[in-house]
């Protein structure tokens, strides 16, 4: 029996050996671009239902190569189900959804009718139309739920009563009655003379039916822009409708997007963006008078890039709106008197480079009804502040050298609850502020970031957690600062499992105007002759990848292994115009794209030059997006710095780019020409000396395959030789295939073997 046992042990410990050889098999670039069947697919759409005992969710479970399911699972961690589709339909708590005010109830809509939720889990369908009705929420008293339908507002009462229109938004140009002169005057005197049936009481019952039509259409707005009303308020004292308007820009032009592998076989357009400095729509705010039909615009709101409200005080019934200017260099939150349309400011933010940071667009009323909360970077670092409504004082509740990264009240109105990166640049965690920031706990403690998903009764925590090297899982805890976080899903798949994934080194770059940036280092075991290193530059300017979690970019973090199992040294750098890092370092790139969140590239190049004895002439650079832009500025004005560079869906001229993202940094090129060509790679393209490979996605309608196909023309006219396309037919900005990703990733892997390796 022992010889038995033995034996058993042996041929165990045999095939967990076997099993870890085969699982530390070198990686492959088809293997790491399966993505998520390669990975695992983690919980997204988390929701609590309204008894806060089981927890919702979207995933796959590991293995399954279909489609997303919705899930279910006690808050103890048993009884995980998969829904069917109608059985989620049915029974699943909505994503959304909006409850009143004692978490008793919820509202929704659902395929363009609207829902009532019960705390319960029982549920009632209020609508059941061919017209679409959205935007449900609840009256100010609770016994109604208003939602919109077509560009109107209704009200629809949950005990006995009628579906009531308070609303009359028309599309058209309002009826004018036609005055008759001259002859046609007299004829129509004259039949009146002559016809009893257009003279006495038959006169009487029509003009009095025309009363009627007149006394009903009285309160009718007639609009006639291109899009209805929209974000229709009714007031606390329901006396006020509030909405917007959007009034189209006739001189602006949209650019199109040829899609050329279609399933007709014939090309088709496909209508996209205006580009930066085109003439933009307008916002307009106006207050609808129920009773009457008037219609008040609010004169300091017109114009904004950003306009949100108003929100009102649940004690005091006052209103608030935020405003970013459409230079979006001054935001205001002011009070909005509903009977005049004036505002008076509560509080003004003036940026000499552009409003944003972490929330950014956070405000509402305090339960006292006399102040307003909002965040706001005016020391330098996003903070939570509070104001009294007449704008007489305000006082920071938070403050340091960290950021709030969002702030809402507690369902009892007692405290706040906050995420902030407090601890670490690279971490996010959740926190419990008294109303008066007088006392802060951390409620979170797991190492990596902590996204929270509150129960409606605010006795649990619905964690979505990720550390350095470990995609998303879904955790719950008790709502204390000393509980301990349950892990509920395992959501990666063996493949996934039997790789040594290393967590990044985070390590700080010295700068050479003394800043130090964050970035992530990956050191090989064995460097490759002449020790070559890749710089890999993530997207999106303003995101922010040397952190304790989960990357977004995780296909690239496995390319990088792939890398580092082939010798090289791989650096990834927060660099300026990242987030997390507060607001100098947010607009260190204001009006110079390509200035020093460059040199932070270069300067980490010789990082690894001077401290892990990098060959300075194998240095290779590459990054989509807002990296593919970085990637073409290092190679055509630092080309001494970079043998090598992989740019894809690159910006090649920011004067073709959006205009919500490029005019706040380097305002509107007809203003601002000295910022456009300073910042865009077309221009600096004669100084091209490395490899260069650039690959786009043909049907990219955000950066337009447009931006590469001008800067290959340029580089053909330039006569430059060192330079490759390669183009994806039916891709956009963010690759939908297998096949493409791989096919990319081989040619920058190939790209950087042959030029930065003997």
Request: with cysteine.
């Amino acid at each position: 029996m022992q010889s038995f046992a033995r034996l058993a042990l042996f041929w165990l410990g045999l095939a967990a050996l076997a099993f870890q050889v085969a699982a530390v098999e070198p990686l492959t670039i088809d293997r790491i671009m399966e993505g998520e069947d390669f990975v695992g697919v983690s919980p997204t759409a988390i929701r609590w239902d309204g008894q806060g005992e089981r927890v919702f969710f979207r995933w796959r479970e590991p293995g399954d190569k279909g489609d997303r399911n919705t899930f279910v699972i006690h808050r103890d961690g048993s009884g995980l189900t998969r829904l069917e589709e109608e059985e989620a339909d049915l029974s699943a708590w909505p994503v959304g959804g909006v409850w009143d005010r004692d978490r008793q109830r919820l509202v929704f809509s659902s395929e363009g009718d609207i829902y009532l939720l019960q705390r319960d889990g029982a549920r009632l369908q209020l609508t059941r139309t061919q017209e679409r009705e959205s935007n449900p929420r609840f009256s100010s008293d609770g016994k109604s739920v208003l939602f919109t339908a077509g560009q109107n507002l209704y009200r629809l009462p949950l005990a006995e009563g009628q579906l009531l229109q308070i609303t009359d938004f028309r599309r058209g140009r309002a009826p004018k009655e036609k005055e008759l002169e001259g002859s046609q005057k007299f004829l129509r005197e004259q039949q009146e003379g002559l016809f009893q049936e257009f003279s006495g009481e038959k006169k009487e019952e029509r003009d009095k039916q025309k009363r009627r039509r007149e006394e009903r259409d009285r309160r009718a707005y007639y609009f006639d822009e291109k899009e209805p009303p929209a974000d229709l308020q009714l007031s606390r004292d329901e006396k006020a409708v509030t909405f917007e308007i959007n009034q189209p820009a006739p001189k602006a032009r949209r650019t199109l997007v040829p899609d050329y592998v279609t399933e007709d076989g014939y090309t088709k357009d496909l209508p996209a963006r205006e580009k930066v400095g085109d003439e933009r729509e307008q916002r307009k705010l106006g207050i609808y008078e129920v009773e009457s039909g008037k219609v008040t615009w609010v004169e300091s709101a017109q114009g904004s890039a950003v306009l949100l409200g108003p929100r009102y005080s649940e004690t005091s019934g006052k209103a608030a709106l935020l405003a970013v200017s459409s230079d979006f260099k001054t935001r205001t939150i002011s009070t909005l008197d509903l009977s005049t349309g004036e505002t008076q400011l509560v509080d003004e933010w003036k940026d000499e480079a552009w409003i944003g940071g972490p929330a950014a667009f956070t405000f509402g009323w305090m339960p006292n009804g006399e102040e307003i909360y909002f965040v706001s970077e005016k020391t330098g670092y996003a903070h939570l502040y509070v104001a009294r409504a007449d704008g007489s004082a305000s006082r920071a509740l938070t403050q340091g050298k960290w950021e709030v990264g969002s702030a809402e009240l507690s369902r009892d109105d007692e405290h706040f609850y906050l995420t902030s990166n407090e601890v670490h640049p690279g971490e996010r965690h959740f926190y419990r502020l008294s109303l008066d920031g007088s006392q802060k706990i951390r409620l979170t403690h797991l190492e990596g970031r902590n996204d929270v998903e509150l129960s409606p009764d605010e006795k649990y925590l619905a964690i979505r957690h990720s550390s350095g090297n470990r995609p998303w899982e879904l955790y719950v805890q008790e709502n204390r600062a000393d509980a301990t976080a349950v892990r509920l899903t395992f959501s990666t798949t063996q493949d996934f499992q039997g790789y040594p994934w290393s967590v990044p080194e985070l390590v700080r770059i010295p700068a050479r105007d003394g800043a130090r940036p964050w970035a992530r280092f990956y050191r090989p075991e064995q460097p490759a002759p002449h020790r070559p290193a890749v710089i890999f530059v993530h997207g999106a300017g303003y995101l922010q990848n040397a952190h304790k979690w989960w990357s977004s970019y995780y296909r690239e973090y496995m390319f990088h292994h792939l890398l580092l199992e082939r010798g090289y040294h791989v650096l990834d750098i927060d660099y300026r115009g990242s987030a997390g890092y507060g607001r100098d370092w947010r607009t260190g790139i204001y009006r110079h794209m390509g200035g020093k969140d460059l040199t932070d590239q270069v300067d980490g190049a010789r990082w690894l030059v001077r401290e892990h004895d990098v060959d300075p002439a194998r240095i290779g650079i590459y990054g989509g997006s807002y990296g593919g832009f970085i990637t073409l500025m290092a190679m055509f004005t630092e080309p001494d710095v970079f043998a090598a560079g992989a740019s894809l869906r690159p910006v090649t001229d920011w004067a073709h780019y959006n205009h919500w993202y490029t005019s706040r940094i380097l305002n509107q090129p007809q203003d601002d020409a000295e910022a456009y060509q300073r910042s865009s790679p077309i221009h600096f393209a004669e100084g091209l000396k490395g490899a260069l490979l650039i690959c786009h996605g043909m049907v990219d309608t955000n950066v337009h395959f447009q931006d590469t196909v001008r800067l290959a023309q340029r580089l053909i006219e330039l006569r430059k030789e060192n330079w490759e396309v390669a183009v994806y037919p039916v891709e956009g900005h963010s690759f939908g295939n297998a096949t493409s990703w791989s096919d990319e990733y081989k040619r920058v892997l190939a790209l950087m073997e042959e030029n930065l390796k003997d």
